[in-house]
């Protein structure tokens, strides 16, 4: 079985331009996650989808943010116009319904530098 | 105040060694407790998870939950080389999805 995948793995783009990453989460997976590791910190929490509906998006920093989940499937989060503060890991996380947390599996992540 | 603090390290030990990994908590509303494996440049991976406080074994890994000093551990006995990565605790108020709350993590090395 496939598990959480994520695109791209590492992205290096200048302050304010644009970027998309993207996560293809394990099939069946109602629960979709991300995150973000900014250097030295600890993981982050950004949003979370229950299917293509946002669940909580408490963690999203501004309005630079922008997360979708098309028809319950993969997941974009796209950052426009990227600061220098916003580079990171980005972490995927998926997990089946009524299974929250506990058995959410991470992807590789995506390693976001904005020079 | 962070939500949870972790030992950063680094540490290293010897293998075979008996390892203790530790956090520290404040919110006194987390019920479920997991421990997280990050090697070099891949995502997290779930090594084990405990509701509420007590004792949870599984192979060389055992977590304990102690809820009154809001205090976590992972021990690792007969430590392994591959056991070097770095380990993440990670904590929630529930299990209907609701965001974890991360430590640091604390990168761990295992001499042969």
């Known amino acids: 079985e496939a598990g959480v995948t994520q695109f791209p793995s590492h992205s290096v783009i200048e302050k304010g331009q644009t970027v998309t990453l993207r996560c293809d989460p394990i099939?069946?997976?109602?629960?979709l996650y991300w995150y973000r590791r900014v250097m030295g910190k600890e993981i982050k929490f950004l949003l979370h989808?229950?299917?293509?509906?946002?669940?909580?998006e408490s963690g999203m920093p501004n309005n630079r943010f922008l997360a979708e989940r098309t028809g319950g499937t993969y997941s974009t989060l796209k950052v426009q116009p990227a600061e220098l503060e916003d580079s990171g890991v980005y972490f995927c996380?998926?997990?089946?319904?009524?299974?929250?947390?506990?058995?959410?599996?991470f992807g590789q992540g995506t390693r976001l530098t904005v020079v | 105040q962070k939500e949870v603090e972790q030992d950063p390290g680094p540490l290293s030990v010897p293998e075979g060694a008996i390892v203790s990994l530790n956090c520290t908590y404040s919110n006194s509303a987390f019920q479920y407790f997991m421990w997280y494996r990050q090697y070099s440049r891949k995502g997290p991976e779930l090594l084990m998870y405990?509701?509420?406080?007590g004792n949870k074994e599984d192979g060389r890994f055992t977590a304990q939950v102690d809820k009154s000093s809001k205090y976590i551990s992972l021990f690792i006995r007969d430590s392994q080389p591959s056991d070097s990565a770095t380990y993440l605790c990670a904590m929630s108020f529930s299990n209907t999805g609701n965001q974890f709350y991360f430590g640091t993590g604390t990168s761990l090395t295992v001499i042969p």
């Open positions: 099939s069946g997976h109602d629960n």
């Open positions: 996380a998926s997990s089946p319904w009524l299974k929250g947390d506990t058995e959410a599996f």
């Open positions: 405990t509701y509420s406080s």
């Open positions: 989808f229950v299917k293509e509906s946002k669940q909580d």
